[in-house]
């Protein structure tokens, strides 16, 4: 079932924590003589603030939350043919897991 206009913008008021209720939005929209045109205008308006209110809590918890925002570095993006020395060889191998399938221990230096 489709809500009413009066139904979503009491849902974006609670998005947005305000004391709106359907009933009475339609109160004041019936004694201000609001036209369909601008009651469809208050709906639009409600649903970006409460759109734009979710998106920015988003966006705050994501931040908060210290996640890498960065693409990590596996071994299929890595470039060896950066890699110079002795024992690169070995390096390029490492992607194999044949070190850890044979409980070796493995220590980076540098």
Do not use: W
């Given at each position: 079932?489709?809500?009413?206009?009066?139904?979503?913008?009491?849902?974006?008021?609670?998005?947005?924590?305000?004391?709106?209720?359907?009933?009475?939005?339609?109160?004041?929209?019936?004694?201000?003589?609001?036209?369909?045109?601008?009651?469809?205008?208050?709906?639009?308006?409600?649903?970006?603030?409460?759109?734009?209110?979710?998106q920015?809590?988003?966006?705050?918890?994501?931040?908060?939350?210290?996640?890498?925002?960065?693409?990590?570095?596996?071994?299929?993006?890595?470039?060896?043919?950066?890699?110079?020395g002795?024992?690169v060889?070995?390096?390029?191998?490492?992607?194999?897991?044949?070190a850890?399938?044979?409980?070796?221990?493995?220590?980076?230096?540098?």
């Amino acid at each position: 079932m489709k809500e009413t206009i009066f139904e979503q913008v009491a849902a974006a008021a609670s998005v947005l924590k305000l004391d709106l209720s359907a009933e009475e939005f339609a109160s004041l929209a019936e004694d201000q003589e609001f036209s369909e045109t601008g009651l469809e205008a208050v709906q639009m308006l409600f649903s970006y603030l409460s759109e734009k209110k979710q998106q920015t809590t988003i966006q705050t918890l994501l931040k908060l939350s210290r996640l890498p925002t960065k693409v990590p570095k596996t071994f299929e993006n890595f470039d060896f043919s950066l890699l110079k020395g002795k024992d690169v060889e070995r390096l390029k191998v490492l992607a194999s897991l044949n070190a850890i399938y044979s409980h070796r221990n493995l220590a980076f230096i540098g």
